[in-house]
C-alpha cells in the first residue's frame, strides 16, 4: 500500500535502487574486476536495467559482461589499462548496453 502512495518518479528511483541491491551482492571469494563493476553500475544508474525484473538482475549482468568481455574486449581492455571510461568509449557502451537489453530473452 505504501507503494501506491508515492509518485512516479519515487516509485522508479525505488525500483532502480533495488536493481543495484541485486547487483552490488557478489559471491564470496569471488570479487568483481572494477571495470565490471564500473560497467554494471554505469548500466544500473542511467536507467539501462529499469525493465529488467529484478529477480533476473544478477544474470543479466553477468551475461551482459561476458558480451563485453568477449566481444568487446578491446573497449574493456582500454578501460582497465587507462582505469577510466573516455568519451568515446562510453559511447560504445551505451549502444552496446542499449541493444544487449532490447535482445536479451531471460
Avoid: C, W
Avoid at 5 to 20: F, I, K, M, V
Avoid at 41 to 60: E, H, L, W
Amino acid at each position: 500500500q505504501f507503494g501506491s502512495d508515492l509518485d512516479e518518479a519515487t516509485q522508479r528511483q525505488l525500483n532502480r535502487g533495488s536493481r543495484l541491491v541485486e547487483l552490488l551482492k557478489q559471491g564470496q571469494y569471488s570479487p568483481m574486476d572494477v571495470i565490471d563493476q564500473s560497467v554494471s553500475i554505469f548500466a544500473a544508474t542511467k536507467g539501462y536495467f529499469d525493465s529488467i525484473p529484478v529477480n533476473k538482475i544478477q544474470q543479466v549482468e553477468k551475461d551482459l559482461l561476458a558480451v563485453l568481455n568477449s566481444r568487446h574486449s578491446d573497449m574493456m581492455n582500454t578501460m582497465r589499462k587507462e582505469m577510466q571510461m573516455s568519451a568515446e568509449n562510453e559511447a560504445k557502451l551505451v549502444e552496446i548496453i542499449k541493444n544487449f537489453v532490447v535482445s536479451y530473452k531471460a
